[in-house]
């Protein structure tokens, strides 16, 4: 069996902070189970944003959820309700809309229980997102806190959308960032915050290959 079976590690941090990437690498180098709790927001976005929901209407909100079905497989595929959406769900429209879904309580509710039990029943895992932390694995091995000054992480995010073929302005996606991170960290239903107990690490000047290292040490120092 694994020596690092049982380890259970949160990466939280804003957009463009290097969660994903380091997240990612981290379960690769110690073989654990990987998750995107991000990915999963933006699949419901997704949804809500095709049937045309109201978000203000949290009767129709939870009426889609009722017939929805969120799964992640292999190869960090992500399927709504059987449909593979990892492409779909990183479009300019699901980023603009993604925030004011993930404020709602009800969508909230569903997915942090699904995200419990993935955790429950994993061997090991590195789950990132914003309240992992705090909400999901409270009782979490190890727990970080990514985070990197704003200009960087929008330049980091038009590289990443270039590479896809996306060329938008660096205005656009700045501001884009910029109000994500606002609505996230000022909803009130577990909001995007450092909570207590938490590694913070600055990557706004650190190679991804540093901030991996950092965070492996880190878990080595400190096996429970
Ligand atoms: O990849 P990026 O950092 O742009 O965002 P993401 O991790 O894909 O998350 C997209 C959005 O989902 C965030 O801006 C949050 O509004 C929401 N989210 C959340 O509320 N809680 C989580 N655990 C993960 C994401």
Redesign the pocket.
Known sequence: MSINRGLKIAI?G????G??TVAREVARRLKLTYL???????AITLKLLRENVDLTDTGQVEKVLERTVILTGPDERIYLDGEDVTAEIRTPQV?AA??RV??LTAI?RKLVQQ?KEIAAYAEGIVM?????SSR?MPDATHKFYLDAALTERARR?MREQHSKGLFLSFESVYNE?KE?DR??SERAD?P?EIAPGVQVIDTTDLPVEEVVERVLQAVNRHRT
């Open positions: 939280d804003p957009a463009g902070s969660k994903s995107d709790t991000g990915a999963m927001y933006r980023n993604v925030s993930a404020e909230r995200q990132e997102g914003r309240d992992i999901v995010r960032i994500r609505i996230d577990s995007l």
